[in-house]
Every structure is written in C-alpha cells, then in structure tokens.
C-alpha cells in the first residue's frame, strides 16, 4: 500500500525552528516528487515548497523563502522540511503530497493539489508569538 506519513508538527513558540518529515512506502521513491502543502483555519490549502527526487531541485514559496529548507533523504525514503524563523502566520496544518508527473513544462503546477496522487494525513503547526 502507498503511504506517505507527516510526522514533527506541534506548538512551537515563534522563532522556532522544528523539522517536518514525510516518510513514504509503497512507491518508487525516486520517481516522485515530493511537496508540502498547508492549511491554515479558514484558508485553502497553500503550496510551501516541492523538490524534485530525480534531481534533487528544490522550490520555495515566496512566504517561506529563506526560512524553510527542504531536503530528500532517498536511502529512508524521507523528505524533510526544516522550518525556521517560524511565524504565528506559518500556523497550520501540513501535508505532504507525490506525485510522479513531469511538470517541468509548467512548474508553477507543483503548487496546485491537483498532480498530486497521494497524500499523507497532515500534521499539525501551531506557532505561538
């Protein structure tokens, strides 16, 4: 069975800096490239950042740029997003999500929901000020 599982969220006072991962099972690992979406309380969920496994490109919303580093572990199937400086703004719940599409020809794509073919269960942020 597929399975992508979001663990590393809770409540972290601003400035902090925790580390979300997704380990995935199930697929090819490498074929897919992994992305991390959030959802704030009353918003739609928000790409953050996506990297691609064949190779290694990474890609940052503009509002974590500079603070959130993605990064693949291939060997334990394990993306990770390190998050600092973090914001009460950055509160929310986050997934991450595989797909194996090539969106090259429009990687804006990789921010929308919609490639995605599986999904992890998402794991909650709560940045206090």
């Known amino acids: 069975d597929v399975q992508l599982q979001a663990s590393g969220g809770g409540l972290v006072q601003a400035g902090g800096s925790p580390v979300l991962s997704c380990a995935a099972s199930?697929?090819?690992?490498?074929?897919?490239?992994i992305a991390w979406f959030r959802q704030a309380p009353g918003k739609g969920r928000e790409g953050v950042s996506y990297?691609?496994?064949?190779?290694?490109?990474?890609n940052y919303a503009d509002s974590v740029k500079g603070r959130f580093t993605i990064s693949s572990d291939n060997a334990k199937n394990t993306v990770n997003l390190q998050m600092n400086s973090l914001k009460p703004e950055d509160t929310a719940v986050y997934y991450c999500?595989?797909?194996?599409?090539?969106?090259?020809?429009?990687?804006?794509?990789?921010?929308?929901?919609?490639?995605?073919?599986?999904w992890g269960q998402g794991t909650e942020v709560t940045v206090s000020s």
């Open positions: 999500a595989a797909t194996d599409r090539d969106l090259s020809y429009d990687s804006s794509l990789y921010y929308y929901h919609t490639p995605y073919d599986y």
């Open positions: 199930g697929f090819t690992f490498n074929d897919y490239s």
């Open positions: 990297i691609i496994n064949n190779d290694g490109s990474t």
